[in-house]
DNA sequence: AAAGCCTTCAACCGCAGGTTG
DNA sequence: CCAACCTGCGGTTGAAGGCTT
């Protein structure tokens, strides 16, 4: 593709993970109680993946608390809402909807829910009707809630006319205070079920969970130590 | 049946921002 | 204060599987 490799270059393997990779790397923070530095987990683990590659794929697939299929009406819902007011801030808009990566919900709007808003006469980008000049689009996804043709607007008309964001301006700073402020605002409850997740080895009814003991992880070592590094979270 | 096109999503890249010495 | 290092983020790519012709 052109590109240059992130990391060094010789003897680092790239591409699709293997199962006994996905092993090594779980064994690995299962035994450590989680990552040191990700740049020294490949050589602990005995990976010949760089640590940015480990790093991802434990965040994006290996993580126990990673709810897995496809994302819910409402968790669609609320991704258009946020994308909304965040544009695509991707992490932040993750961080609301439990379980789901940056990666998983970038890859959803790219593939369904911006098609799906097409479809409805919706500018995925403006959230405004397809056609419809904005005055400021730099500015439209952070600023024009109230405005934009939100999908389910009617959840929340008294969320549109609370106290308002900051006082609004151009820079950086003011622009992370509008991100909290909207961030801090509450939100319609996606899965009680979810939201009471504990990480129990009871739990573990998911099959991708049951993989672990296909691949030689232990009971005992998922009760020890993702009790300890995620129940915290 | 098979070739070509389309869709999906895991994984990669470069960059920005945060942390540390 | 500054440079080096590390992590997280968002955009992009490409392999694989599904679909259409």
């Known amino acids: 593709m052109g590109r240059q490799p992130c990391c060094d270059k010789l003897g680092v393997k790239r591409g699709p993970w293997t199962a006994e990779e996905d092993n090594k790397l779980i064994n690995f923070i299962l035994t450590n109680g989680g990552h040191c530095c990700w740049r020294a987990v490949p050589k602990l683990a005995g990976l010949l993946r760089c640590g940015k590659s480990c790093r991802l794929r434990w965040t994006n697939y290996l993580r126990p608390d990673l709810k897995r299929g496809l994302l819910s009406e409402t968790e669609e819902t609320m991704v258009i809402d946020l994308h909304a007011k965040l544009g695509n801030r991707w992490s932040k808009i993750a961080s609301k909807l439990p379980g789901r990566t940056d990666n998983e919900i970038k890859n959803h709007w790219n593939t369904h829910i911006k098609k799906k808003l097409i479809k409805m006469g919706i500018d995925p980008v403006t ?4 056609g419809q000049k904005v005055a400021n689009p ?3 996804s952070a600023t024009n809630s109230s405005s934009t043709v939100s999908v389910e607007s009617n959840l929340e008309p008294e969320r549109q006319a609370n106290t308002g964001p900051p006082e609004s301006s151009t820079d950086a700073r003011s622009q992370d205070q509008l991100v909290d402020w909207l961030l801090e605002d509450e939100l ?4 009680d079920s979810w939201q009471n997740f504990a990480i129990n ?6 099959e991708w969970l049951l993989d672990y003991q296909g691949i030689g992880i232990l009971d005992s070592q998922l009760d020890g130590c993702f009790l300890e590094s995620f129940s915290e979270a």
């Not at 959230?127 to 397809?130: F, M, N, S, T, Y």
């Not at 319609?188 to 899965?191: N, W």
């Not at 080895?201 to 998911?206: A, E, G, H, L, R």
């Open 188 to 191: 319609p409850e996606i899965d």
């Open 138 to 140: 730099d500015v439209v």
């Open 201 to 206: 080895s009871d739990d573990f009814s998911n």
């Open 127 to 130: 959230h405004r009707p397809i």
